[in-house]
């Protein structure tokens, strides 16, 4: 109720402040419900901890600097398999949009395929490339890949043929009509797919991390499992969530927001 509260006198010419008190409001209060139960039922911290004992190894972690080095492999994994995902799947996304010869031939296996994306392909990953950066990087290619490609032949796909008339009409050539017609109608659902599919990537990259490599955020979940660490995996089952947080609210979003409003059919109020 205090959270609440709080977030009802913050004045209206903030919207933007509002609206993140709005959000962070439901976690506090869980904080204070999982501190209250903890005490209140005097729980094993080998079962589960109190607040103070993972804010203590969440300190821990960064004074040795091993929390940095945690995200630092976790972040340029996804990165990697990320760019390397969008420099395949957009392409390939946008002929199979313009050509029916080619879409007839890559949706059988796109559909196929796209079930098994992510930590399905972690033991073959593994056998691949071994355990480390390449099999970790596939497994997110993976996550990736064919999610852009289904959105960007939504995309293009959606594109009224009339439109793309008209420019050839006015002498846009092939290069000059994919350059400025379809890719912009195409990037609204282009960059809802890269949310989605970094969604998806994220979360692949903490399985496979816990078995595929000896750093990032999933491999130091596991570890402190061995050692009835369990102040240090909420703690980076917290690192994980906030990052992800971070990076949805204040790049994702933001950019589908902006992608949208420039280039799609919606208008700012």
């Not at 103070?52 to 004074?63: D, K, S």
Request: proline share 5%; no cysteine; glycine share 10%.
């Amino acid at each position: 109720m205090a959270e609440l509260a709080a977030v009802s006198l913050l004045p209206p010419k903030f919207p933007r402040l509002r609206a993140a008190a709005a959000f962070a409001a439901p976690l506090l209060a869980a904080v204070v419900l999982w501190e209250a139960l903890v005490r209140a039922l005097d729980v094993n911290p080998r079962v589960f901890p109190s607040v103070e004992a993972v804010l203590r190894a969440g300190w821990e972690t960064i004074l040795d600097g091993t929390l940095v080095h945690h995200i630092a492999a976790s972040l340029g994994r996804v990165a990697v398999g990320t760019g390397l995902a969008l420099a395949l799947s957009i392409p390939l996304g946008v002929a199979m949009g313009l050509s029916r010869g080619v879409s007839a031939f890559f949706t059988p296996l796109l559909r196929f395929f796209s079930v098994l994306a992510g930590i399905a392909w972690i033991p073959i990953a593994t056998l691949w490339f071994g355990y480390g950066f390449g099999a970790i990087t596939f497994v997110i290619f993976n996550a990736v890949f064919f999610v852009v490609v289904y959105n960007t032949l939504l995309g293009v796909s959606s594109i009224p043929i009339a439109l793309r008339r008209a420019a050839a009409s006015l002498g846009a050539g092939h290069w000059a009509t994919l350059w400025e017609v379809v890719l912009p109608g195409a990037l609204p659902n282009i960059v809802t797919g890269v949310r989605t599919g970094l969604g998806f990537a994220w979360r692949g990259l903490i399985a496979a991390e816990m078995i595929a490599t000896n750093v990032g955020l999933g491999y130091m979940l596991f570890t402190a499992r061995d050692f009835y660490r369990t102040e240090v995996i909420v703690f980076g089952m917290i690192v994980i969530g906030l990052l992800w947080l971070l990076l949805d609210r204040l790049l994702l979003a933001p950019l589908e927001r902006a992608t949208i409003e420039r280039w799609g059919l919606v208008v700012r109020a």
